[in-house]
């Protein structure tokens, strides 16, 4: 058993405002208390990589990250939060041999702009990622291999798809892609246990068929400001749904049109029969039924956010569950204020 707190190198990288415009970066950080490392052979790689910055404001980040993972392995090992920090674009790569039982991880607005696979592969225990307000491009691709993963935040990043095989996080339950460059979800999103999706402020017009498959599990649902112009039937399916924001989105109507109730050229085509009873009873299965409420088929549904769309308002329904003294208009504006912490 060896200490490596005290391995930490002595680095004094500038402080301005300061009077000789130096600090100790060991003083920046508070001294925390040496802990014990049965792997003394991991001493040279987090030193060498403290030691590796760019420049010395980096240094400093990178000295305090090295303390930031020791205080997590003092605490058990399971929690790391290194947001905010800037200490270069990549993570020490054997933090995960480090913290082989970490938890979670949160690298919101860091530095941090590759998650390589060497480093994801050995945090296999891991169920909460944060990485956004991050530059990371793209997906990191070793995130799939997190099999525990059941938070995952990747809002305000420039990552613009989405793995075709998002359902191998066959664990997930928490998706905030929110403000982000995204076009689309793929089709594997409805195989996953998710009950909170956050899709705002992103470029998404249509949801995938396969969203219906979340109708046992999904209870919030974000469009907020995207481009979402319709309601599709499987929309209808989301039984579970409680909180739904379409605010700012171009949504002009609250009702679900299946294809016989759309017109005659759309159910039908351009050529319609000369015989008139066959006319007529195609002009009866178009426009028998009235279309469909969204509200009437979500039971569970307690806030709607609709402010800023087209429509000015709509009629409430017969069974329509309204907030309770708040009868649902469209100034009704979507809270979760369970779900602040991946507002970020």
Same mark, same amino acid.
């Given at each position: 058993?060896?200490?490596?707190?005290?391995?930490?190198?002595?680095?004094?990288?500038? $402080?301005?405002?300061?009077?000789?415009?130096?600090?100790?970066?060991?003083?920046?950080?508070?001294?925390?208390?040496?802990?014990?490392?049965?792997?003394?052979?991991?001493?040279?790689?987090?030193?060498?990589?403290?030691?590796?910055?760019?420049?010395?404001?980096?240094?400093?980040?990178?000295?305090?990250?090295?303390?930031?993972?020791?205080?997590? $392995?003092?605490?058990?090992?399971?929690?790391?939060?290194?947001?905010?920090?800037?200490?270069?674009?990549?993570?020490?790569?054997?933090?995960?041999?480090?913290?082989?039982?970490?938890?979670?991880?949160?690298?919101?607005?860091?530095?941090?702009?590759?998650?390589?696979?060497?480093?994801?592969?050995?945090?296999?225990?891991?169920?909460?990622?944060?990485?956004?307000?991050?530059?990371?491009?793209?997906?990191?691709?070793?995130?799939?291999?997190?099999?525990?993963?059941?938070?995952?935040?990747?809002?305000?990043?420039?990552?613009?798809?989405?793995?075709?095989?998002?359902?191998?996080?066959?664990?997930?339950?928490?998706?905030?892609?929110?403000?982000?460059?995204?076009?689309?979800?793929?089709?594997?999103?409805?195989?996953?246990?998710?009950?909170?999706?956050?899709?705002?402020?992103?470029?998404?017009?249509?949801?995938?068929?396969?969203?219906?498959?979340?109708?046992?599990?999904?209870?919030?649902?974000?469009?907020?400001?995207?481009?979402?112009?319709?309601?599709?039937?499987?929309?209808?399916?989301?039984?579970?749904?409680?909180?739904?924001?379409?605010?700012?989105?171009?949504?002009?109507?609250?009702?679900?049109?299946?294809?016989?109730?759309?017109?005659?050229?759309?159910?039908?085509?351009?050529?319609?029969?000369?015989?008139?009873?066959?006319?007529?009873?195609?002009?009866?299965?178009?426009?028998?039924?009235?279309?469909?409420?969204?509200?009437?088929?979500?039971?569970?549904?307690?806030?709607?956010?609709?402010?800023?769309?087209?429509?000015?308002?709509?009629?409430?329904?017969?069974?329509m569950p309204l907030v309770p003294n708040a009868p649902l208009t469209n100034h009704?504006?979507?809270?979760?204020?369970?779900?602040?912490?991946?507002?970020?």
């Amino acid at each position: 058993m060896q200490t490596i707190g005290n391995a930490i190198p002595s680095v004094t990288p500038l $402080i301005p405002g300061t009077p000789s415009g130096r600090a100790s970066a060991q003083t920046a950080v508070n001294n925390p208390p040496p802990v014990m490392v049965e792997h003394s052979t991991f001493q040279p790689a987090l030193g060498n990589w403290a030691v590796s910055g760019n420049n010395l404001y980096e240094t400093e980040g990178r000295v305090v990250v090295v303390n930031k993972i020791l205080t997590a $392995i003092n605490n058990g090992g399971t929690e790391l939060t290194l947001a905010g920090l800037q200490f270069g674009p990549e993570l020490p790569p054997i933090l995960g041999q480090l913290l082989p039982e970490l938890k979670v991880l949160d690298l919101s607005g860091s530095s941090v702009t590759k998650l390589s696979d060497e480093l994801l592969n050995d945090l296999t225990h891991l169920e909460a990622l944060g990485i956004g307000r991050t530059n990371i491009s793209e997906f990191p691709t070793g995130i799939l291999k997190l099999s525990q993963l059941k938070t995952l935040s990747i809002a305000s990043t420039p990552i613009y798809q989405l793995p075709e095989d998002i359902n191998k996080l066959s664990q997930l339950e928490v998706l905030s892609a929110r403000n982000t460059p995204l076009t689309r979800l793929p089709n594997a999103i409805g195989s996953l246990p998710l009950t909170y999706l956050n899709l705002s402020e992103t470029h998404i017009e249509t949801l995938p068929s396969s969203i219906a498959q979340l109708g046992d599990t999904l209870i919030s649902l974000s469009l907020a400001g995207t481009p979402f112009k319709k309601i599709s039937p499987e929309m209808a399916q989301l039984e579970k749904l409680q909180y739904l924001d379409l605010a700012s989105t171009q949504i002009i109507s609250l009702e679900i049109r299946t294809a016989q109730q759309g017109t005659l050229k759309e159910v039908y085509g351009k050529l319609l029969p000369e015989d008139p009873e066959v006319l007529s009873q195609m002009i009866m299965n178009a426009y028998s039924s009235k279309p469909k409420s969204l509200l009437l088929s979500l039971p569970n549904l307690k806030t709607l956010g609709i402010a800023g769309t087209p429509f000015a308002s709509f009629l409430a329904e017969p069974g329509m569950p309204l907030v309770p003294n708040a009868p649902l208009t469209n100034h009704l504006f979507c809270r979760y204020p369970q779900c602040d912490a991946l507002a970020h």
